[in-house]
């Protein structure tokens, strides 16, 4: 498997009728119709978007690299595939941004290309958890690039999956993490932890979860199949309600420092409200966790939204569907006060990013 000219086009200097075929199905799953900004995608040198009129463009990139950010003997192919695509889509989510175009360069051991009789291979079943996930999103893959993957250390070659999301938002309407005010309550949507949680059931036992499906609707898998908040954002946006956002990719405490930086404030949380996921709960009576609020507040990668909204906002309990809670307030920033407080009762502590400072207790 060589490299793939930009933008797959089918034009490889190879013979090797593996890698032809491989382009040809990636290209063939890609699917010819172009949504949204996409007026020509997989084929020519470029793709070329067209953004709608009073629209502008985000763009977000996220690198997943194997046994960083996925583990081959934990996560699914399905699993890996959504996850790459789901970063960049919370990202989009964030801006407020109605994703567009995806463009996807692998690098791949050899072996993960090859059906195996009737079994797909690796990169069949990655490609459905990307595909499927960006159906749902009315993302085109628009274009990428593969090539085969270095041995990097004894005889193990390694995947990278590196992905460039291209989305489109009302000019000078996209949420910023800058705006938000002194005043202004922040909120979350959906619940926080459970990605954490589900990430420590699979390191127990990565069998279980070997035939995990998103469709199931009896199960959740907040870790191996996240959600991206896109209608929320795009809720957001239209309704004018929220001043700054951010996704929670990291873990609340750091996020919400981020978003404290860029818009030079600092923020009180009330840890009470804050919505802990069930499996944070289960994870911390099983004995997995010190805490559920400590998942909550540090575990990441629940790829839920951040928002601020003015005091006097209108801000409903749900949003697209996901709820919403308010758990906490941004004020100005003063000399030796931390730049997050969570607040338990009387006491307060200095929420330090992924980890704990005690501030001040009375
Ligand atoms: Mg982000």
């Known amino acids: 498997m060589g490299r793939i000219p930009k933008n797959k086009s089918l034009r490889s200097a190879s013979t090797d009728p593996g890698e032809l075929g491989l382009i040809a199905s990636i290209r063939q799953r890609a699917d010819g119709r172009h949504a949204g900004p996409v007026r020509l995608g997989i084929g020519d040198d470029c793709a070329i978007l067209r953004p709608a009129p009073g629209k502008e463009i985000a763009v977000t990139t996220d690198l997943s690299l194997e046994n960083v950010h996925f583990r081959r003997d934990w996560h699914s192919p399905e699993s890996v595939g959504h996850r790459s695509l789901a970063r960049g889509l919370s990202d989009l989510a964030a801006m407020g941004a109605e994703p567009g175009a995806a463009f996807l360069s692998l690098a791949l051991p050899p072996e993960l290309t090859r059906n195996k009789g009737n079994t797909p291979s690796w990169l069949d079943r990655f490609l459905d958890g990307f595909l499927n996930l960006a159906r749902r999103h009315n993302c085109s893959l628009a274009g990428g690039d593969t090539a085969q993957s ?213």
């Open 150 to 362: 270095p041995v990097a250390c004894a005889g193990v070659s390694l995947v990278v999956a590196d992905i460039v999301l291209v989305g489109q938002v009302a000019r000078n309407r996209a949420l910023l993490r800058s705006g938000a005010e002194a005043g202004d309550t922040i909120y979350v949507t959906g619940s926080l932890g459970g990605a954490a949680a589900e990430l420590l059931a699979l390191e127990r036992d990565p069998w279980r979860f070997r035939r995990a499906d998103p469709a199931d609707p009896k199960t959740r898998h907040p870790h191996l199949f996240p959600e991206p908040r896109i209608s929320a954002g795009r809720r957001l946006v239209r309704s004018k309600l929220a001043s700054a956002a951010i996704d929670l990719s990291d873990g609340l405490s750091s996020d919400l420092s981020h978003l404290c930086e860029e818009s030079g404030l600092r923020a009180e949380i009330d840890s009470e409200s804050i919505p802990v996921d069930v499996m944070a709960r289960l994870a911390a009576s099983a004995g997995w966790a010190p805490s559920a609020l400590r998942l909550a507040l540090h575990g990441g990668e629940d790829y839920e939204l951040l928002f601020t909204a003015p005091e006097s906002a209108r801000v409903p309990r749900e949003i697209a569907g996901v709820p919403v809670h308010a758990i906490g307030r941004m004020s100005k920033r003063r000399g030796g006060m931390p730049l997050i407080a969570l607040v338990t009762g009387k006491k307060r502590e200095a929420l330090m990013p992924g980890g704990w400072q005690h501030f001040r207790s009375r």
